[in-house]
């Protein structure tokens, strides 16, 4: 199951979504928005997004996981918009057999989203803001159409 949203990410409900008499390993990566960046104190986060394409890219960071690890089931959702200090960002849930698996498929799959997910943040200083630097993505011309990859 993937998802992207604007409402805040629900933990209990993954963990639910993730129950499996088979698994007897399920890791759980929370990213929250921290107050501090690059020795400066961050007082919020906005996350955007292309919802389309990062649907899409989150999908195949879900296949790939799957295809890669033995995953009976796993969970991936990305929040967008106004984040406050503390808040969850994105959630991974991984349910595999054993934890070995678990452990490893969900630091990949974190990793790869971070990586190729176009999901942007600008961070909010006290002095300004700034957005990070992630995921660009790539245009492709087609006769005289022009669309996102």
């Given at each position: 199951m993937i998802k992207l949203t604007k409402e805040p990410i629900n933990t209990e409900v993954i963990l639910q979504n993730l129950e499996d008499k088979s698994t007897g390993g399920v890791v759980l990566f929370l990213g929250r928005v921290r107050d501090h960046a690059n020795n400066k104190a961050v007082t919020k986060m906005d996350y955007d997004a292309y919802p389309k394409m990062a649907e899409g890219k989150l999908a195949e960071v879900e296949a790939e996981t799957q295809k890669r690890w033995p995953v009976k089931k796993i969970i991936i959702v990305h929040?967008?918009?106004?984040?406050?200090?503390?808040?969850?960002?994105?959630?991974?849930?991984?349910?595999?057999?054993?934890?070995?698996?678990?452990f490893e498929a969900c630091r990949f799959a974190i990793d790869t989203l971070k990586a190729t997910v176009p999901i942007w943040k600008k961070e909010y200083f006290k002095e300004g803001s700034g957005w990070v630097d992630g995921v660009m993505p790539t245009m492709k011309q087609a006769g005289d159409k022009t669309t996102l990859q």
């Open positions: 929040r967008y918009g106004s984040l406050e200090l503390g808040d969850v960002s994105v959630a991974v849930a991984v349910a595999c057999a054993h934890r070995k698996d678990a």
